[in-house]
C-alpha cells in the first residue's frame, strides 16, 4: 500500500495549486521538504537570508495576484523571515511562508530550535497556525493560500513540525483538499450599495477615491484609471508611508483638501490618511467599501462615514463601474485639477544639477533612467528607500512598480527585483535604492547570479542614512546631527566580486553608457552612482 509522508503531501499540494517557485534557504528542520521536491515540477530558489526569500514571494505577490511561497528553517530561520512579513502585510500582498518546526513530541521541553513561532508570525501575517496532523497537512496548505487572497489580501504562515512533515500515511487517508479549498469565493458589492456609493459620488462637486496598496499593479492602475476616465472622478493609490508627503502623489495634499466626498476604495482609515484629518476638510463626507467589517468598523469611530459596506476591492470597483455607467458626475475640470497637483512637476526639476563635483543630483539620475522604462512598457520599477529613492518615486512613469509600502520599512528591492525576474523573463527591471539600502541584502546578488536573473539596481551613494540625517536637522537642528554617516563604499565592486555587473558613475554624462552596458551584460549589475546628499522632494500649492 503506497504510502505517503507530510512532505510528500505539502509538495503534491503546492503543485495542484500550480505554484511551483519556491523561495526558500535550507535548514534541518524543512530537509525533508527538499527531498520531497525531487522528480516534481517544483522549482526551489536558494536565497542567502530567510527574508530574501520572503521578499521574493511578496515581489511574485503583488506582481501575479497569486500567492508567493517561502520555506523557512524553523527556529533561527523563522525568526529571521518573520520581519519581512510587515512589509508584505502592509502592501496587502498574497503570499505564504512555510516555516519548519521543532517536533510536537518536543514543545514544551526546549526542543531543538524550539520557539512560539506562531505568535511571533500573528502580528505581521492575516493568520498563523501549526500543522498538527500529517493526513490533514495538504488542507493546511491550501487554506493557507485561501486566506491569503481572500478579503483584505496578505501573507499567512503554517508552521509545519518535523515529525508531520517526516510521518508517514496510506495515500487513500490523506485528506487532499478540493479546488474549492484553494480558493475563497469574492465578496461582491450589491447593486444597492453600488447605486448609493454612485449616488453620493455624483452629488459631489469634487469627490475623491482613494486606493488600498493591493491596487499597487498593473491591473489595479488599469482599473482607477477606468474609474477616472468613466466618471471624471481623480483616483489614487494610498501606498506610501510618508502620507500625504509621498512623493508619487505629488501635491496629494492639495487634491484632499479640495475634495468634498471621499471614497475609500478598499483603503483603511489609518495614518496614511491621517486618519481623516487634516488636510481634508472637516466637512468632507467618507465612504468606505472594505473587504474587513471591523475597519468599516475603526473608520466609522475614528472620523466617521456617510456610508460603508463590506465587498472585495477589485469586484467591488467593478461593480460600481457597470452600476454607474448611466449617472452623471461633477465637473470635468476637477479631475484635471487634481491630476495636474498629482502628476505635474516643477519646470526647473529639468535643469537641476549637482553643486559638487564628482556628484549627480538625483534628478539626472531619473532624468537619463526614464527612456528606458518607456522603450518597454513591461519594464519594472522598484523603488526602494529613503530620500533617493523618493526622487525615483517623484519624477518615474511606469505602470508595473513596486515602493517599499506602508510598512515604511526599507531593504527589500534586490531580492524583489529578483523575485521579480522570476515573474517577468523579457523586459528591464530596475532597482533603484540608497546606499543604506543596499547593505541589507548586498549577498542576494550572488542569489541572482546562481539563478540568472538579470535586473538593474541603480544605487545613489551619499554615504549616509539621509532620511535619518534629515529627521535629525529637522527635529533637533543642524548642529544635532549624529551617527548617520556612511563611508563612500565601491558597491560596484561588490556586485562584480559576487559575479555580477558594476559601473561607477560620478558624472552625468557617463550614466547612459552605463545603464547600457548594465542591461546588455545579462546579469544581476549595480550602478554605483555618486550622488549629492540632499532631502527628498515635497511638493505643496
Not at 284 to 292: H, Y
Not at 310 to 330: I, N, S, W
Not at 503 to 524: N, Y
Request: charged share 20%.
Amino acid at each position: 500500500m503506497p504510502k505517503l509522508r507530510g512532505a510528500d503531501i505539502v509538495v503534491r499540494t503546492l503543485e495542484r495549486a500550480g505554484l511551483t517557485d519556491i523561495f526558500t534557504l535550507s535548514g534541518n528542520h524543512i530537509m525533508s521538504l527538499f527531498d520531497a521536491a525531487i522528480g516534481t515540477s517544483l522549482s526551489l530558489l536558494h536565497v542567502r537570508h530567510e527574508a530574501a526569500a520572503v521578499h521574493m514571494a511578496d515581489s511574485v505577490g503583488r506582481l501575479t495576484g497569486r500567492p508567493g511561497i517561502a520555506w523557512v528553517t524553523g527556529g533561527p530561520g523563522h525568526a529571521n523571515a518573520v520581519g519581512a512579513l510587515f512589509t508584505a502585510l502592509g502592501q496587502e500582498t498574497p503570499m505564504v511562508l512555510l516555516s519548519g518546526h521543532t517536533e510536537t513530541d518536543q514543545l514544551g521541553k526546549g526542543g531543538f530550535q524550539e520557539l512560539r513561532q506562531v505568535r511571533m508570525a500573528e502580528p505581521v501575517s492575516k493568520a498563523a497556525w501549526m500543522a498538527t496532523d500529517t493526513a490533514r497537512v495538504g488542507l493546511d496548505v491550501a487554506r493557507a493560500l485561501r486566506t491569503a487572497t481572500s478579503g483584505r489580501p496578505g501573507p499567512v504562515h503554517v508552521s509545519l513540525p518535523s515529525d508531520v512533515l517526516d510521518a508517514s500515511v496510506a495515500e487513500e487517508e490523506v485528506l487532499w483538499p478540493t479546488e474549492t479549498d484553494f480558493s475563497a469565493p469574492p465578496v461582491a458589492l450589491s447593486a444597492a450599495a453600488a447605486d448609493a456609493v454612485a449616488k453620493l459620488l455624483a452629488e459631489a462637486r469634487r469627490p475623491l477615491v482613494i486606493g488600498a496598496p493591493v491596487l499597487a499593479n498593473r491591473r489595479g492602475r488599469a482599473l482607477l484609471n477606468v474609474i477616472e476616465t468613466s466618471f471624471g472622478i481623480p483616483a489614487c493609490i494610498s501606498e506610501g508611508p510618508r502620507a500625504f508627503n509621498d512623493a508619487t502623489l505629488g501635491a496629494y495634499a492639495h487634491v484632499a483638501a479640495q475634495a468634498d466626498v471621499v471614497l475609500l476604495l478598499g483603503k483603511a482609515m489609518d495614518f496614511t490618511v491621517k486618519f481623516g484629518g487634516t488636510p481634508f476638510r472637516p466637512e468632507c463626507r467618507f465612504i468606505a467599501i472594505d473587504p474587513d467589517g471591523a475597519i468599516l468598523d475603526r473608520a466609522a469611530r475614528t472620523r466617521g462615514v456617510v456610508f460603508g459596506c463590506v465587498a472585495d476591492t477589485y469586484p467591488a470597483a467593478e461593480t460600481l463601474l457597470q452600476r454607474g455607467k448611466d449617472v452623471v458626475f461633477g465637473d470635468t475640470g476637477w479631475l484635471a485639477e487634481a491630476h495636474a497637483a498629482f502628476y505635474d512637476r516643477p519646470a526647473e526639476w529639468a535643469q537641476l544639477r549637482s553643486r559638487t563635483g564628482g556628484k549627480l543630483h538625483p534628478a539626472e539620475v531619473f532624468r537619463a533612467l526614464q527612456p528606458h522604462l518607456d522603450a518597454n512598457p513591461d519594464s519594472i520599477l522598484i523603488c526602494d528607500g529613503g530620500e533617493f529613492a523618493q526622487w525615483g518615486q517623484s519624477m518615474l512613469r511606469n505602470d508595473r512598480r513596486m515602493i517599499n509600502g506602508v510598512a515604511g520599512s526599507i531593504g527589500s528591492s534586490l531580492p524583489m527585483a529578483a523575485g521579480a525576474r522570476v515573474v517577468e523573463r523579457g523586459a528591464p527591471i530596475f532597482a533603484v535604492l540608497g546606499d543604506g539600502t543596499f547593505g541589507f541584502h548586498m549577498s542576494e546578488i550572488e542569489t541572482a547570479v546562481r539563478l540568472s536573473l538579470p535586473y538593474v539596481a541603480v544605487v545613489g551613494t551619499d554615504a549616509r542614512w539621509n532620511a535619518e540625517y534629515n529627521l535629525q536637522v529637522r527635529d533637533y537642528g543642524p548642529n544635532r546631527t549624529y551617527g548617520c554617516e556612511l563611508n563612500p563604499t565601491r558597491y560596484d565592486l561588490v556586485a562584480t566580486a559576487l559575479g555580477g555587473h558594476g559601473e561607477l558613475v560620478d558624472a552625468a554624462a557617463d550614466l547612459p553608457g552605463a545603464i547600457e552596458r548594465s542591461l546588455a551584460s545579462g546579469k544581476p549589475a549595480v550602478i554605483n552612482v555618486m550622488i549629492e546628499s540632499i532631502p527628498s522632494p515635497v511638493l505643496r500649492r
